[in-house]
């Protein structure tokens, strides 16, 4: 008995011992203590554990590489720089830091240098995987989709199972203008993994993506109060001139089928339109457009709209802008909105507008506008929104009011043809306002 309780005792001893010696252990390596921190996705914290431990021990070289990918998955790209630097410093031959200095450079958009480090890292082990797909990337971010093109169709020869290098390949192409073998390739990655959304949704955006020419018709028929008209409404022509600029010409006769005044007067009412749209960068753009507006009882307007977009994470952006209208004969009239886009679903968003305006017969007009956007896939698009609104008339002292909601739905038939279809209805401060139209869509120049 004496011996089994003493092998008993031995046994706990032992046990207990080694626990204290694995506690100790892992107290001591930063790394194992930071792991559970990082599984957690709290890398700031990961971070101050290698920042202490680095304090006392400054030539420990992995735990530098280690703060650099924190430092990276937090976005801190210039303070990663740095970390990777220290251990390469010390290590030259750790391929991993040098990958990891590489991936820094190019999310930090120093492109040469990444480029610099990839190469690098491809002589200190040819072939490399990491670095091929490093270097790819670092052209596509770069804007040198000629080059990612060639890399990319490289690593997906090379790896035929990886679905990811096909939709980087679909990225790349589509940069590059070639649109048609970029759905290819899309598709290709859509059925090596059919679980996966994101083949599909590239697939959905570059349907959307703007052609080198797009033609739009539109025609329809309005009553507004008494009064019916029909005819061409209007007739656009855009074209993309770089990768970040899209010009358009515009002749718009809507006034003259919507406005009761000018038909009761029997007016035109043309509005010609030159305006384009900016990328500055993959967070913001801007549209402009300069209009005149002709009528036919000789009275001009000259108008500018300006509009800044800021495209937020998930697809998202709010919008702000301001129309000032310009005439000899009248005070200046301007129009104040703002909104955005609000993604609920991956096929649903709802895009709420407010609009201040100051005609010359107003002392203000509000409207607020709830259009709900839904993308249903292969290019088919339906919008059905509601509005309302309020205006004080000069020498009125009740508030007029006006209500309304409208469809707008999109049709592919064809790669280049798509059917458009409108409906809009309006309770407005003078009389109501219905209005259906039908329009074609021309995508031309369309790589197949």
Same mark, same amino acid.
């Given at each position: 008995?004496?011996?089994?309780?003493?092998?008993?005792?031995?046994?706990?001893?032992?046990?207990?011992?080694?626990?204290?010696?694995?506690?100790?252990?892992?107290?001591?390596?930063?790394?194992?203590?930071?792991?559970?921190?990082?599984?957690?996705?709290?890398?700031?914290?990961?971070?101050?554990?290698?920042?202490?431990?680095?304090?006392?021990?400054?030539?420990?070289?992995?735990?530098?590489?280690?703060?650099?990918?924190?430092?990276?998955?937090? &976005?801190?790209?210039?303070?990663?720089?740095?970390?990777?630097?220290?251990?390469?410093?010390?290590?030259?031959?750790?391929?991993?830091?040098?990958?990891?200095?590489?991936?820094?450079?190019?999310?930090?958009?120093?492109?040469?240098?990444?480029?610099?480090?990839?190469?690098?890292?491809?002589?200190?082990?040819?072939?490399?995987?990491?670095?091929?797909?490093?270097?790819?990337?670092?052209?596509?971010?770069? &804007?040198?989709?000629?080059?990612?093109?060639?890399?990319?169709?490289?690593?997906?020869?090379?790896?035929?199972?990886?679905?990811?290098?096909?939709?980087?390949?679909?990225?790349?192409?589509?940069?590059?203008?070639?649109?048609?073998?970029?759905?290819?390739?899309?598709?290709?990655?859509?059925?090596?993994?059919?679980?996966?959304?994101?083949?599909?949704?590239?697939?959905?955006?570059?349907?959307?993506?703007?052609?080198?020419?797009?033609?739009?018709?539109?025609?329809?028929?309005?009553?507004?109060?008494?009064?019916?008209?029909?005819?061409?409404?209007?007739?656009?022509?855009?074209?993309?001139?770089?990768?970040?600029?899209?010009?358009?010409?515009?002749?718009?006769?809507?006034?003259?089928?919507?406005?009761?005044?000018?038909?009761?007067?029997?007016?035109?009412?043309?509005?010609?339109?030159?305006?384009?749209?900016?990328?500055?960068?993959?967070?913001?753009?801007?549209?402009?457009?300069?209009?005149?507006?002709?009528?036919?009882?000789?009275?001009?307007?000259?108008?500018?709209?300006?509009?800044?977009?800021?495209?937020?994470?998930?697809?998202?952006?709010?919008? &702000?802008?301001?129309?000032?209208?310009?005439?000899?004969?009248?005070?200046?009239?301007?129009?104040?909105?703002?909104?955005?886009?609000?993604?609920?679903?991956?096929?649903?968003?709802?895009?709420?507008?407010?609009?201040?305006?100051?005609?010359?017969?107003?002392?203000?007009?509000?409207?607020?506008?709830?259009?709900?956007?839904?993308?249903?896939?292969?290019?088919?698009?339906?919008?059905?929104?509601?509005?309302?609104?309020?205006?004080?008339?000069?020498?009125?002292?009740?508030?007029?009011?006006?209500?309304?909601?409208?469809?707008?739905?999109?049709?592919?038939?064809?790669?280049?043809?798509?059917?458009?279809?409108?409906?809009?209805?309006?309770?407005?401060?003078?009389?109501?306002?219905?209005?259906?139209?039908?329009?074609?869509?021309?995508?031309?120049?369309?790589?197949?």
């Amino acid at each position: 008995m004496r011996t089994l309780e003493f092998l008993r005792n031995t046994f706990l001893l032992t046990a207990f011992s080694l626990l204290a010696i694995l506690q100790t252990e892992a107290q001591n390596d930063p790394l194992k203590s930071a792991e559970p921190l990082l599984k957690s996705g709290l890398y700031g914290q990961a971070a101050d554990v290698y920042s202490q431990w680095l304090n006392s021990h400054p030539d420990d070289f992995r735990v530098w590489r280690a703060l650099g990918y924190t430092q990276s998955w937090k &976005g801190a790209n210039r303070d990663a720089i740095r970390s990777f630097g220290k251990a390469i410093e010390g290590d030259p031959a750790d391929l991993d830091a040098r990958l990891g200095l590489g991936y820094a450079y190019a999310w930090n958009k120093e492109f040469g240098k990444a480029a610099n480090t990839f190469e690098a890292a491809l002589g200190q082990s040819p072939g490399n995987e990491e670095a091929t797909k490093g270097l790819a990337y670092t052209a596509l971010w770069s &804007g040198n989709s000629v080059a990612a093109v060639r890399q990319f169709y490289n690593l997906t020869y090379r790896y035929p199972e990886n679905y990811e290098y096909q939709i980087a390949l679909g990225n790349a192409l589509r940069d590059s203008g070639q649109s048609g073998k970029a759905a290819r390739a899309y598709q290709k990655a859509k059925s090596m993994a059919p679980e996966q959304t994101e083949p599909a949704r590239q697939l959905e955006l570059l349907r959307r993506q703007s052609t080198p020419i797009e033609v739009d018709i539109w025609g329809g028929v309005s009553t507004v109060g008494q009064m019916r008209s029909e005819g061409l409404r209007l007739v656009q022509l855009a074209g993309q001139v770089t990768d970040q600029l899209r010009l358009f010409a515009k002749y718009d006769r809507s006034l003259s089928v919507d406005n009761l005044d000018l038909l009761s007067r029997d007016v035109s009412g043309n509005v010609y339109s030159l305006g384009g749209y900016y990328n500055w960068t993959p967070e913001t753009g801007t549209n402009l457009e300069t209009s005149v507006r002709q009528f036919s009882d000789q009275h001009t307007q000259f108008t500018v709209r300006a509009e800044q977009l800021y495209f937020l994470p998930n697809n998202a952006h709010i919008k &702000g802008g301001l129309m000032a209208g310009f005439s000899k004969d009248q005070p200046t009239e301007y129009v104040l909105f703002g909104g955005g886009n609000i993604p609920l679903t991956s096929w649903f968003a709802i895009e709420p507008t407010y609009f201040f305006t100051r005609l010359s017969s107003f002392s203000n007009d509000h409207r607020l506008v709830l259009n709900g956007k839904m993308q249903l896939g292969k290019g088919y698009e339906l919008n059905a929104g509601a509005l309302a609104g309020w205006a004080q008339l000069q020498g009125e002292q009740n508030t007029r009011k006006l209500s309304g909601g409208y469809i707008l739905a999109l049709a592919p038939v064809s790669r280049p043809l798509w059917l458009m279809f409108s409906y809009r209805y309006e309770k407005g401060f003078f009389d109501d306002l219905s209005a259906v139209s039908l329009g074609l869509k021309l995508r031309l120049g369309q790589d197949r």
